[in-house]
């Protein structure tokens, strides 16, 4: 079964421009989870959706940062304009979704530096 | 969620056992505990969960004290694989059909050769 999947693995931009992060989930999962985590801490949550629904968006940076999730599938995670404080690893995850335990599975990740 | 207390760091020999503590004093009767990994340069990876009763599965074993406080996670016979950021997360339910992480700092476990 294939897991979580991110593009790019890798961005290096220059503040002030824009960039886009894609995830493609497990088959069959749900729900879908952003992530942001700075170095030397643990994974912070941005967003969640359910299916194509935003369902807790309430850490999301909302003046440059936005999220969509067409057909409850793919989606993406844009800011713009990019700071430098923005320089993190974007993680994406899955889960089955439903009201019982339910693991989340992390992609790679997108490791962005902004100069 | 549960608010969780990990040691920072710990070293395990190699081919030992890695037993990784984790208080989770607050946790509610419907949390439950869940373990991450993260290697460096990976994204966050699922080891176990559990609720009230000991766990076990292919990766680790969970140990839950019986008032839910604190746990140990156990890794039988660690190898150099297993040197990683060791996350402990009390996971409750947050409703519209998911459970919601919030990840620590986690402790860093190095396996010594």
């Known amino acids: 079964e294939a897991g979580v999947v991110q593009s790019p693995r890798y961005k290096i931009i220059e503040k002030k421009q824009p960039v886009a992060f894609w995830c493609n989930p497990i088959?069959?999962?749900?729900?879908l989870y952003w992530y942001l985590q700075n170095l030397g801490q643990g994974p912070e949550l941005l967003i969640r959706?359910?299916?194509?629904?935003?369902?807790?968006d309430s850490q999301l940076p909302k003046d440059r940062f936005s999220a969509e999730r067409l057909k409850g599938v793919d989606s993406t995670l844009k800011i713009q304009p990019a700071e430098l404080g923005d320089s993190a690893v974007y993680l994406c995850?899955?889960?089955?979704?439903?009201?019982?335990?339910?693991?989340?599975?992390f992609g790679p990740g997108t490791r962005l530096t902004v100069l | 969620d549960a608010k969780t207390t990990q040691p920072t760091s710990m070293d395990c020999a190699e081919g030992r056992a890695a037993n990784l503590p984790c208080n989770h004093s607050?946790?509610?009767?419907?949390?439950?505990v869940y373990w991450y990994r993260q290697i460096h340069s990976q994204g966050p990876q699922y080891i176990i969960h559990?609720?009230?009763n000991n766990e076990t599965n292919e990766m680790a074993s969970l140990i839950i004290t019986e008032d839910r406080k604190s746990s140990t996670l156990i890794l039988p016979h660690a190898t150099l694989r297993d040197t990683a950021v060791y996350y402990c997360?009390?996971?409750?339910?947050?409703?519209?059909?998911?459970?919601?992480?919030?990840f620590g700092k986690g402790t860093k476990l190095s396996v010594i050769p």
């Open positions: 559990g609720l009230k």
């Open positions: 607050t946790i509610s009767g419907n949390e439950y």
């Open positions: 997360i009390g996971s409750a339910y947050s409703g519209a059909g998911s459970y919601q992480l919030t």
């Open positions: 995850a899955s889960s089955v979704g439903g009201p019982r335990a339910d693991t989340q599975y």
């Open positions: 959706y359910e299916n194509e629904e935003a369902v807790d």
């Open positions: 088959s069959g999962h749900n729900t």
